[in-house]
């Protein structure tokens, strides 16, 4: 019977166990640009069968908080090459994440560059800028002509991931970024064929699926949804119908594997009437991640039943470098320090204890 510690095959990627660490910001890159801190950061981490990175934007246009890491430039492809490094001399493996923020952004963070999105609606809330939290702004509704400029870019920041050393990529079309905001009818009211119908709205989501597939091979391609998490304003009247949908859509590909959060899942102010994520889990091929506040023995039984065939974890890696054998041995956990997560320096990044 499979556990957390039973090797996975992704994509001819042997992973040793099916401990993920989950993508998260930490916004500690100065222009932009991964560095030598960066690369610690993740080798420390390099026990995980699979890490994600943070996300990198894939475009100046992408760039949502400030010290936010990108794969576009010669530049970052250097920084992200210290990373892949450092990881793999540690026996690791590590995926890019390729993010587009859309509308939650603010001029401020883009020399004063308006953000885009499917629709000219702004989100509640407020965006972290160099100044402090400024109140989110009404997003420039993109043209149609602007769109397969976009998924250009989406496979310029693939093709540099490959450059960088990445074993592989993760689209992040999750929490209410670009992607996500063109899947839900909250963020989408468009009219020609990005909006509107369920084909429409998912069309954005499998042309930059397609092209990054056709750029790196299917099987080095993840992909990640949050149908629950309202984060960023996000809503949908269905998701239950849009995101069954969607992940039918996207076995056409034979991605490597398919990554839902399950955050808010039933909670109040979830982004949309709520439903079984088994269902997702049933209209998916391929192999299946999960994330959402487990622990070892809900991991256990998640991938032991079949619900996953792994379980990432995201504040658990920020604090124990070593979760891997901590969670193998039944060791106590290091206690994350909510006030170092996001900018900084060492504290609170890389100065965590192993065993």
Request: aromatic residues 8%; charged residues 20%.
């Amino acid at each position: 019977m499979n556990d957390l510690f039973s090797p996975l095959n992704i994509g001819g990627l042997e992973l040793p166990n099916r401990i993920v660490m989950a993508p998260m910001t930490r916004n500690r890159a100065p222009q932009n640009v991964p560095t030598a801190l960066t690369a610690e950061y993740y080798a420390q981490r390099a026990g995980a069968g699979l890490i994600i990175s943070e996300g990198a934007q894939i475009s100046h246009q992408g760039i949502g908080y400030p010290g936010t890491p990108g794969i576009h430039t010669d530049a970052q492809v250097a920084g992200w090459r210290q990373v892949t490094d450092g990881v793999h001399a540690r026996g690791g493996r590590m995926f890019c994440q390729l993010w587009h923020c859309g509308r939650v952004s603010h001029p401020d963070l883009k020399d004063g560059e308006m953000p885009v999105a499917p629709s000219a609606i702004r989100p509640q809330g407020q965006a972290m800028t160099f100044g402090g939290l400024k109140d989110f702004v009404t997003p420039r509704a993109l043209e149609t002509g602007e769109i397969p400029g976009i998924v250009a870019d989406y496979v310029h920041a693939a093709r540099c991931s490959r450059e960088a050393g990445f074993d592989g990529v993760e689209i992040h079309a999750a929490n209410g970024y670009l992607i996500d905001q063109f899947l839900r009818d909250g963020s989408n009211r468009r009219s020609d064929a990005y909006g509107g119908s369920l084909e429409n709205r998912t069309r954005f989501l499998l042309e930059v699926t397609e092209a990054v597939c056709n750029e790196l091979g299917a099987e080095r391609v993840g992909l990640r949804l949050s149908p629950f998490n309202p984060f960023n304003d996000i809503r949908d009247s269905d998701p239950k119908t849009t995101f069954v949908y969607a992940v039918e859509q996207l076995n056409r590909f034979g991605l490597g594997y398919l990554h839902i959060t399950e955050m808010d899942q039933g909670k109040p102010g979830a982004a949309g009437p709520g439903f079984d994520p088994a269902l997702l889990r049933q209209a998916w091929k391929g192999v299946y991640i999960t994330n959402g506040g487990y622990d070892k023995a809900r991991a256990n039984e998640a991938i032991a039943s079949g619900a996953a065939d792994a379980v990432a974890f995201g504040v658990p890696y920020i604090a124990n470098p070593d979760l891997v054998e901590r969670l193998r041995t039944d060791a106590p956990l290091n206690e994350a320090d909510v006030a170092t997560f996001y900018g900084g320096d060492a504290h609170g990044y890389t100065d965590y204890p192993s065993l």
